[in-house]
Nanobody, 115 residues
Framework: QVQLVESGGGLVQTGGSLRLSCAVS????????MDWYRQIPGKQRELVAL???????NYPDSVKGRFTTSRDNAKNMVYLEMNSLKPEDTAVYYC?????????WGQGTQVTVSS
C-alpha cells in the first residue's frame, strides 16, 4: 500500500506561481513513477507531469516550460512547481503513484488562478 497526501494548493493571480507537495508513505520501494494529474469539473483527469524512479520527467505541451516536477527521495516527497499560471490551469491537482499494476491517488488539492 502507498499513501499520498497533497498540499500547497490555493488561490493565485494570473502569472503567479505555486508549489504543490506530495508526501509519500507506505511501500515506497515498489513505486516506479510518480505523476501529477489535474481535473476540471466535468472533464477527465489530465496528466500534467511525470517523474520516474531514475528522475526522467515528461510533460504535456500545455504545461511544458511552466511546470516542473521533482522528487526528494530522502524526504519521500514529490513536488510540482507551477509558474506563469493561467486561468485555464484552475483545477484539482492529484498526486498519483504507479507500482506495477497498482495505482494510488492522493485526495487532491484545489488550485485556482484568477484572471
Amino acid at each position: 500500500q502507498v499513501q499520498l497526501v497533497e498540499s500547497g494548493g490555493g488561490l493565485v493571480q494570473t502569472g503567479g506561481s505555486l508549489r504543490l507537495s506530495c508526501a509519500v508513505s507506505g511501500s515506497i520501494f515498489s513505486i516506479t513513477a510518480m505523476d501529477w494529474y489535474r481535473q476540471i469539473p466535468g472533464k477527465q483527469r489530465e496528466l500534467v507531469a511525470l517523474i520516474t524512479s531514475d528522475g526522467t520527467t515528461n510533460y504535456p505541451d500545455s504545461v511544458k516550460g511552466r511546470f516542473t516536477t521533482s522528487r526528494d527521495n530522502a524526504k519521500n516527497m514529490v513536488y510540482l512547481e507551477m509558474n506563469s499560471l493561467k486561468p485555464e490551469d484552475t483545477a484539482v491537482y492529484y498526486c498519483f503513484a504507479e507500482s506495477g499494476d497498482l495505482h494510488y491517488w492522493g485526495q487532491g488539492t484545489q488550485v485556482t488562478v484568477s484572471s
